[in-house]
Nanobody, 115 residues
Framework: QVQLVESGGGLVQAGGSLRLSCAAS????????MAWYCQAPGKQRELVAS???????SYVDSVKGRFTISRDNAKNTLYLQMNSLKPEDTAVYYC?????????WGQGTQVTVSS
């Protein structure tokens, strides 16, 4: 059974940093396009950043220059480095893996940014 397990969330003050990780198991990680999504209370889940199997990255405008998505295929792990955090970044963060018709989600990790 495929597993995506996020970690690294927590409570941080505005201006602080967090590094999220998403450890994948039982998939050929390197062929999957990966992404981070977030879902704030009362809102829909939305895309934050993505990275293709070849390493091309893209970001939503609100996090450009502050967040960095990366992957380590040897460790089957996806990362999201989050700097200059703002209270509006508060949400549950999920990782997603896509390949062909297969899509997998992690269980999420809570990020709370206090002002």
């Amino acid at each position: 059974q495929v597993q995506l397990v996020e970690s690294g969330g927590g409570l941080v003050q505005a201006g602080g940093s967090l590094r999220l990780s998403c450890a994948a198991s039982r998939i050929t990680f390197g062929i999957y396009n990966m992404a981070w999504y977030c879902q704030a209370p009362g809102k829909q889940r939305e895309l934050v950043a993505s990275i293709t199997s070849r390493g091309s990255t893209s970001y939503v405008d609100s996090v450009k220059g502050r967040f960095t998505i990366s992957r380590d295929n040897a460790k089957n792990t996806l990362y999201l480095q989050m700097n200059s955090l703002k209270p509006e970044d508060t949400a549950v963060y999920y990782c997603k893996a896509d390949h062909s018709l297969m899509t997998y989600w992690g269980q999420g990790t809570q990020v709370t940014v206090s002002s």
